[in-house]
């Protein structure tokens, strides 16, 4: 038996969370989980049983980087992969991304009919 992925898709704008949900849970066929702000996703990860995060930098009140330093200290969700989302990746930002040990980068904009398929590739997943 197949088991369905759950990912949290944590991003401030609504209308990528859409369309980042749609793609995964269409084509890919996973269950998605969506926070609008870094504390929600913080929050959710730490209550849900997660196979990844696909992360938003830029957000309001946390950013992406201070997110995945608050979920690489906690060995609850130290070993949930992030994948990235954003819309620039300056050189200062793929060192740090590099030092925490993202599992890789999805640049905005994406194509949403492939979207799902990028994650699958980033983290080795058949679908």
């Known amino acids: 038996m197949k088991v369905t992925k759950r990912i949290l898709i944590v991003d401030d704008e609504e209308d990528i969370r859409d369309v980042v949900r749609v793609s995964l849970e269409e084509f890919a066929g996973w269950l998605t989980i969506t926070a609008a702000s870094g504390t929600e996703g913080l929050l959710i990860a730490k209550t849900e ?47 740090r991304l590099a030092e925490l040990e993202v599992a890789g980068v999805i640049t905005k904009p994406f194509d949403p009919m492939t979207i799902w398929r990028q994650v699958a590739e980033i983290l080795g997943w058949s679908v």
Do not use: R, W
Not at 49 to 77: R, V
Not at 82 to 90: F, G, H, S
């Open 49 to 95: 049983a997660l196979d990844a995060i696909l992360l938003d930098i830029s957000m309001p009140d946390i950013n992406g980087f201070e997110i995945c330093e608050e979920l690489q200290a906690d060995s609850e969700t130290q070993m949930i992969p992030v994948i990235v989302l954003t819309a620039k990746v300056l050189p200062s930002d793929q060192n």
